[in-house]
């Protein structure tokens, strides 16, 4: 309901106050067509993963939250962006923005990188599950189109390079 009225209000924080964002400034920041359909698609996605947590506030209104991260037990909170907690939740420095790759070397990319501040490896055999890539080979394509980026230092005064918990505006 929300997509199709070419805005989307989202809440930037644990209050109920939201800010309307026009689809082409939501498609511009996720790399996607502007026409709405890679949007639908890419929230949609966000939202069954967990990434964006959709709610009705007022008269059916509906608010999408955006997920720093789900509860990790049984009776844990959820963690919005925005709010005090989020501050304290690890996040992977990416050195990209989503506009600057096609959104499958984006997610590539960030696969790579969670997996580099974890201290894990990342298997093009385990990328190639998630929805939209479908191919052993096409995910070792799309970490080879990222590999410079897999690599590149993160934030400047990120101590490990793969992982940075600063908020946002000290970035």
């Not at 639908?40 to 947590?53: A, I, P, Q, Y």
């Not at 939250?65 to 049984?74: D, H, I, L, N, S």
């Amino acid at each position: 309901m929300a997509l199709d009225q070419g805005a989307i209000p989202i809440s930037k924080g644990d209050d109920e106050h939201a800010t309307l964002i026009p689809m082409e400034e939501i498609a511009a920041l996720m790399g996607a067509d502007s026409s709405g359909h890679d949007v639908r698609e890419s929230l949609h996605r966000l939202h069954s993963v967990g990434g964006l947590l959709v709610e009705e506030v007022a008269d059916g209104v509906p608010l999408v939250r955006m997920v720093c991260q789900p509860p990790q037990r049984p009776g844990d909170p959820w963690i919005f962006h925005g709010t005090a907690e989020d501050a304290l939740v690890p996040s992977t420095c990416i050195p990209a923005r989503p506009g600057d790759l096609s959104p499958e070397e984006f997610a590539a990319l960030a696969f790579i990188r969670t997996h580099m501040s974890r201290g894990t490896e990342a298997l093009p055999e385990e990328f190639a599950k998630h929805d939209g890539i479908d191919s052993v080979g096409r995910a070792r394509q799309l970490f080879e189109a990222v590999a410079e980026l897999a690599q590149a230092k993160g934030c400047g005064t990120c101590p490990s390079a793969h992982l940075c918990t600063r908020v946002d505006e000290a970035r």
